[in-house]
Nanobody, 119 residues
Framework: QVQLVESGGGLVQAGGSLRLSCAASGSILEIGPMGWYRQPPGNERELVATITTGGSSNYADSVKGRITISRDKKTVYLQMNSLKPEDTAVYYC???????????????WGQGTQVTVSS
């Protein structure tokens, strides 16, 4: 019914930048809060940043000042600067979606995109 498709991951040297995108499509009436999470190798998934429909954002302490989340109607972005090796992880986007027709609110996840930062 709803798909979240991420793009923009890859391999970058420490200090470099990447921009991730996540586009939502399908039976969407409206999208509420959106966010990015990451899962480093051997670790649990953790919050990176979230953003409300009004544009208010929240960041993990480890990324403040280096990473910026933004969004438009159906896409959420993650601009990552000054990347560090510890930012290496699979990055997942998340969106709270109200479904067209049923008006149910469901949380969806993307398939993940790999970000690798070399030292």
């Amino acid at each position: 019914q709803v798909q979240l498709v991420e793009s923009g991951g890859g391999l970058v040297q420490a200090g470099g930048s990447l921009r991730l995108s996540c586009a939502a499509s399908g039976s969407i009436l409206e999208i509420g809060p959106m966010g990015w999470y990451r899962q480093p190798p051997g670790n649990e998934r953790e919050l990176v940043a979230t953003i409300t429909t009004g544009g208010s954002s929240n960041y993990a302490d480890s990324v403040k000042g280096r990473i910026t989340i933004s969004r438009d109607k159906k896409t959420v972005y993650l601009q990552m600067n000054s990347l560090k090796p510890e930012d290496t992880a699979v990055y997942y986007c998340n969106a709270d979606v109200v479904l067209r027709g049923t008006f149910r609110r469901v949380s969806y996840w993307g398939q993940g995109t790999q970000v690798t930062v070399s030292s």
